[in-house]
């Protein structure tokens, strides 16, 4: 167990819809990141927010948005769902950025 | 954009046998380096890091990584294998901005 908390760990919806993934940080780190893993794509990375302010963004979608919030959790809203956004989203967070990354358990996205 | 390879996606062994699973990355500048591993249906855990000193790192259940700056490569090893080890393992380097790039992995498989 990493100390990375992630919810809800499976979700189903339809084409059009959105939705929202919650990750809570290890307890005393201030960085979170989002990740993609897809079976074509890999691990990519999507955004990364420090203390509540997004510090970098990678291949995330317009159709994508994050926050981070100040009792540092952090949530991933996903809009205009496709098919192709199936797939398993993971947040790591980090004391810092820069230091090493702790992986939560994922939250696992399947659009119908 | 930086990019981290990984060959022989996936790996069939015997229980006993030798690992070694190749890293090679395309940034040119200083990287810090991750291996981390996936067992079924688990989240990412960290296996090994370097970020300096020596360039042979010693991870937790007895693997180990060299990172030899001139071939760019941080390959991963494991003397002897057990059916615990199965499950998939990715090289990441975090570069410049923080951000964590990952190789495609490795899905290994230790036949007991």
Same mark, same amino acid.
Do not use: M
């Given at each position: ?14 084409? %059009?819809?959105?939705? +929202? *993934? ?11 990141y ?5 079976l074509?794509?890999? !691990?990519?990375? !999507? ?6 302010? =997004?510090r970098?963004? &990678?291949?995330? *979608? =317009? ?7 100040p009792?540092?959790?952090? =949530? !991933?809203?996903?809009?205009s769902? @496709? !098919?192709?956004? #199936? ?6 967070s980090?004391?810092v /950025?820069? @230091?090493t990354?702790?992986?939560g358990?994922? +939250?696992?996205?399947l659009v119908l | 954009?930086? #990019? ?9 062994? #015997?229980?006993?046998?030798?690992? @070694?699973? &190749?890293c090679?990355? #395309?940034y %040119?500048? +200083? ?7 996936q067992?079924?249906?688990q ?11 020596? /360039? ?6 007895g693997?180990?990584? =060299? ?5 760019f ?5 494991? /003397?002897?294998?057990?059916?615990s080890? +199965?499950?998939?393992?990715f ?11 990952? %190789?495609? %992995?490795?899905?290994v498989?230790?036949?007991?």
């Amino acid at each position: 167990d990493s100390g990375v908390t992630q919810t809800p760990k499976h979700l189903i919806t339809a084409t %059009g819809q959105r939705v +929202t *993934l919650r990750c809570s940080p290890r307890s005393g780190d201030l960085s979170v990141y989002w990740y993609q893993q897809s079976l074509d794509q890999g !691990l990519q990375f !999507l955004i990364q927010y420090y203390n509540g302010e =997004e510090r970098a963004k &990678g291949n995330i *979608l =317009e159709r994508f948005s994050a926050q981070q919030f100040p009792d540092l959790h952090s =949530e !991933l809203n996903l809009s205009s769902l @496709e !098919l192709g956004d #199936s797939a398993l989203y993971f947040c790591a967070s980090s004391v810092v /950025p820069g @230091e090493t990354q702790y992986f939560g358990p994922g +939250t696992r996205l399947l659009v119908l | 954009a930086q #990019s981290v390879s990984q060959h022989n996606h996936h790996v069939i062994l #015997s229980e006993a046998a030798s690992l @070694e699973l &190749g890293c090679n990355y #395309s940034y %040119g500048g +200083t990287v810090n380096l991750f291996w981390y591993v996936q067992y079924p249906g688990q989240h990412l855990q960290l296996l090994l890091k370097y970020f300096s000193g020596d /360039p042979l790192v010693k991870g937790i259940k007895g693997f180990e990584a =060299e990172f030899i700056k001139s071939k760019f490569s941080f390959n991963l090893r494991k /003397p002897s294998v057990q059916w615990s080890d +199965t499950a998939e393992y990715f090289c990441a380097v975090k570069y410049g901005n923080n951000r964590l790039a990952f %190789g495609k %992995g490795n899905q290994v498989v230790v036949i007991p």
